[in-house]
């Protein structure tokens, strides 16, 4: 499909020099020294161990890129590698597709499982194939990966990135994964327009590639405003994240991580996996984004600290549900919304806010108002039979005037008309014909009804809530 044009966030550096021709039989020429007499360390160019990938890598983005495109069996193995010893490498502009097998279909393209680097991995402006694999891989400060195309199942599952892990217009196939992922502040996945993506190609790979992945790029579909199918199961974030302007065109999960299924054999048991929830710690920057109606956030848990960004970030995801007429999701930011309000509110709206929210959780809960209703039912009740003189646990009970002293407080929380007659007759019964006696039954029933209609409001609101009714 097209790519849209959206409003972006960052802009890549635009240039304008022109790159120069590479020498590519120079540059293979190059390649294939980094084997000779190495064969046993480094196995050969068509079939490299690992320390041949690591000798490839060293070389740098041109020679990488020639050996790649000359060999595309092989699939570069750096699993487990620590980087931070081999700093010098800079993966940005490097190319790790893949070739296809007999079906036609590409085969996995790079195996970064469980790699360590150091601050400021640059991956800007790489491509990857299908399934590439960056498992539990562990990046420190500021890892880049602006501008990287990824096909099919990009997995990053149980990786961990430092403050400033940058995925702005980076592009992503179907089914990519960051179940489990651990996120430092500031992590970025905001969207690009084609002609910032396209300028910062120019820069980070020059020449003929910007058009090669631009062919890469609607060959698979991918686009650097926009998700596939992706997920976020599991996936920790310790401050504030950023997917502004990005579009979800399918199923989205910032779900808990899936229980694995296990199957015990006799006298064998294996611990099943904890489920983790997804925790945004920061603000969750959704500004300019449209979601997919397959979004989902069951169990999320969200604790900025309270401030106007967050209430802005919290109504945005309001406004995006509310548009799909997903009313659930629609009052659960709501009532993160008004958290963040009551968080930054001061004076007498901060403690009706907190009123608000004590006695009804912004109008959500039905057990709370009904529970101060019981509360202030019995709490007049007690004040009323200080004025009678009569309880049901005195020495000398009147059960009937305790029947009355009963009936007198249930019709005074019931704050519907018609039974003004019936209580006129009970208070001519119950209490005293003494002008201060009367006068102050009249303020503790003002009050008494007044409290009642308001828990009445509450309930109502909480039951329109639940059961999803609009007005």
Known sequence: PPITAMNQVTSPPETTTPAEPLDEAA??????????????????????????????????????????????????????????????????????????????????????????????????????????????????????????????????????????????????????????????????????????????????????????????????????????????????????????????????????????????????????????????NGIPNFHGCTLHQNTSFDDAKFSAPPSAEAARAYRTLKLAFALQHAIREEQRFFILEMDAETGIATGHRKKLYQLYKKVSDYGFSLKRPLKYWLYCLSGFALIYGLFTGTYAWNGNISWERTAQWGQYALLNAIPLPGFDKTLEVLRGDLFSKSAIIQLLLTIFEILHKTVSLVAFFLIGLALRNLFKMKG
């Open 27 to 280: 540059l293979l020429v190059k390649a294939r020294a980094l084997f000779a007499d190495k064969e046993q360390e480094r196995g050969t160019p068509e079939v490299p161990k690992q320390a041949g990938f690591l000798a490839l890598a060293r070389a740098g983005k041109d020679v990488w890129n020639v050996w790649r495109n000359t060999y595309l069996e092989p699939i570069p193995d750096f699993s487990g590698v620590d980087f931070t010893e081999d700093a010098a490498i800079d993966f940005s502009g490097f190319a790790f597709t893949g070739g296809k097998n007999k079906q036609g279909e590409e085969i996995s393209c790079v195996n970064f499982i469980g790699c360590i680097f150091g601050d400021g991995a640059n991956f800007e402006g790489a491509q990857f194939g299908n399934s590439a694999r960056l498992d539990s891989a562990q990046f420190g400060r500021g890892a880049m990966f602006g501008g990287a195309q990824f096909g099919n199942m990009a997995m990053f599952a149980d990786a961990q990135f430092g403050y400033g892990a940058g995925f702005d217009g980076a592009q992503f196939g179907n089914f990519a994964g960051f179940d489990g992922a651990q996120f430092g502040s500031l992590a970025s996945f905001t969207a690009w327009d084609v002609s910032s993506i396209q300028n910062f190609w120019k820069l980070k790979v020059g020449g003929e590639s910007v058009q090669q992945r631009a062919n890469y790029a609607e060959a698979q579909g991918l686009r650097s405003d926009a998700f596939h199918s992706i997920s976020f199961r599991g996936a920790q974030f310790a401050g504030d994240v950023s997917f502004q302007g990005r579009i979800f065109l399918s199923s989205t999960n910032f779900d808990p991580t899936l229980v694995e299924l296990v199957f015990e054999s006799p006298g064998v048991r294996r611990a099943i996996p904890p489920r983790q929830l997804t925790r945004f």
